[in-house]
């Protein structure tokens, strides 16, 4: 987004650059955990998809809610989830967001309206619906946000979700982060429209695609589906193009790329794209280096307290089954 377009302060941009810079230097300590055999199970990290989730959270408020999928450690960061809790869940610590009991894929906070990562693929659009339902019965002008992949697009439940929240007007955000992969297989493989905002008219919602690597931008559109949910005007399909630098998951090497893709999207990374509108507008070096200097001491602070902490013990097996 050009500078004359741009609404925030810099202080405000200075805070969206760190919490981006954050989230990359988690995911990139997830990975080096993994690499020493520190995580069980497999990892779907975000790398490049920052934008979508600083800029969409960024625009919610508190009392709202977000659902996203296994690609959520971002997602939940950017909700406000503190750093040490969620490494510590990622290492099966007692000090975990959910006490180490969930892990990457089940990442959970309520208190930040953070209320669930989901790894059946689509599965979570109907609790983003019912979220919404639950915020309009109650009339609290809350707002539910709801991330999914391009791969979710053709899952029976995506449509009945988007269609009942389409008939009943309920505040609800459907933001596709389209990074144009389901696993192996590129979007035209499996998807026979390119612009996925397009399918947004068949449940009567505007469709909006946004650059989704450009988190100004982002934030600008998710804003007036905020807007738009909270006077009852009802739900928004977001689109936001954008890539994953990794591969799906940790086994993944990601071969199936065609030459220069990923030398492309590098090209629109989203931290040196915000460093670089900064710079525009004239704030200092200074300013922003200290912003990536915070994020990354925050970064390391956290994943060191977080590998200090135990692993739960056995008698946690029993806590916190059922509510
Ligand atoms: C219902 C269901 N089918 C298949 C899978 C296996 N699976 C896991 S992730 C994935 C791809 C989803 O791609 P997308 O929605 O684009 O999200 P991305 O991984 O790109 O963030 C698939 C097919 C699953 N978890 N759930
Ligand atoms: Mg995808």
Redesign the pocket.
Known sequence: MKDGAVRMTDAELLGMLRRMIEIRGFEDEIQRAFTKNLVRGST?LCNGQEACVVGACGALREGDSMVC???GHGAVLAMGAPLEGTFAEILGRETGLCRGKGGSMHLTDVGVGAYGSF?????HLPIATGLALAAKLDRSEAVSLCF??????N?GAVHEAMNLAGIWKLPVIFFC???L???YSPLATTTPVEELAARAAGYGMPGVRVDGNDVVAVHAVVSEAVRRARSGEGPTFVEGLTY?HRG?SRTDPARYRPEGELERWLELDPIPRLEALLRERGVADGAVTQARADAEEAVATAYAAALAAPAPGLELIYEDVYA
């Open positions: 779907h999928t296994y690609r790894a059946i693929v689509g599965a999914f992949g391009d791969g979710s697009m899952i982060e389209n990074n992969y389901g696993e994953r799906h």
